[in-house]
């Protein structure tokens, strides 16, 4: 069983698939291509490396995860990865707060 307590070491771990110690826009594409589109995805990226280098390292997540935005998605990624089988259908409705059945950009905010 999959812990509810996610760290976000394990978020990190999560999506550096290659465990190059930092997230490349494609492991962040690939982490969350099933819930965002390309815009969202490097709106998100580029939120989370605040030093511009094209790669988020961990301590780069960890200031991320202190701002509320941000927070709220990893809150849902967690979420997602929580639930353990990474459907594309059980991911979607971990974001899709309102139920919906669209994810807007309010939902990301
Ligand atoms: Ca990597
Ligand atoms: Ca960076």
Do not use: C, W
């Amino acid at each position: 069983m999959i812990k509810n307590d996610l760290s976000l070491e394990h978020i990190f771990a999560y999506l550096d698939k290659d465990k190059s110690q930092a997230i490349s826009i494609e492991e962040v594409t690939r982490g969350f291509q099933s819930i965002l589109n390309d815009a969202e995805i490097l709106k998100l990226f580029m939120t989370i490396d605040s030093d511009g280098s094209k790669s988020i390292n961990y301590e780069e997540l960890v200031v991320a995860f202190k701002d509320v935005h941000t927070n709220y998605i990893l809150h849902k990624l967690k979420q997602a990865i929580t639930m353990g089988n990474l459907t594309p259908e059980k991911v979607f409705n971990a974001v899709d707060v309102d139920s919906s059945r669209q994810l807007d950009v309010v939902e990301f905010n």
